[in-house]
Nanobody
Framework: QVQLVESGGGLVQPGGSLRLSCAAS????????MSWYRQAPGKERDLVAR????????NYADSVKGRFTMSRDNAKSTVYLQMNSLKPDDTGVYYC??????????????WGKGTLVTVSS
């Protein structure tokens, strides 16, 4: 059974920091590209950050570059999102996503249930 369990969300003041974690199980984590998405109230779910299976390459949305850092620990099957200098616009539900290459081509995509981040004074 595939599970992606996010944690670390909460209420933080503007300029503060949070560290999100996503613990994975039930699939081959070490071969999977992992991503964090964000869905703000009333808006679509957007990509925030992505990391390759080895962790050597990361990509970020322009809105979070220089403030957010995504990392992974393949030994623990966990990815992280360090969020610094948080702004009210960072408010939303943060979802963990896994894309596992399929033996028959393409990818299998899995989602967590999300963790809420609220940036407000």
């Amino acid at each position: 059974q595939v599970q992606l369990v996010e944690s670390g969300g909460g209420l933080v003041q503007p300029g503060g920091s949070l560290r999100l974690s996503c613990a994975a199980s039930g699939f081959t984590f070490s071969t999977s590209t992992m991503s964090w998405y964000r869905q703000a109230p009333g808006k679509e779910r957007d990509l925030v950050a992505r990391i390759t299976n080895t962790g050597r390459n990361t990509n970020y949305a322009d809105s979070v570059k220089g403030r957010f850092t995504m990392s992974r620990d393949n030994a623990k099957s966990t990815v992280y999102l360090q969020m610094n200098s948080l702004k009210p616009d960072d408010t939303g539900v943060y979802y963990c996503n896994a894309e596992q290459p399929s033996l028959y081509g393409g990818v299998k995509s899995y989602w967590g249930k999300g963790t809420l981040v609220t940036v407000s004074s």
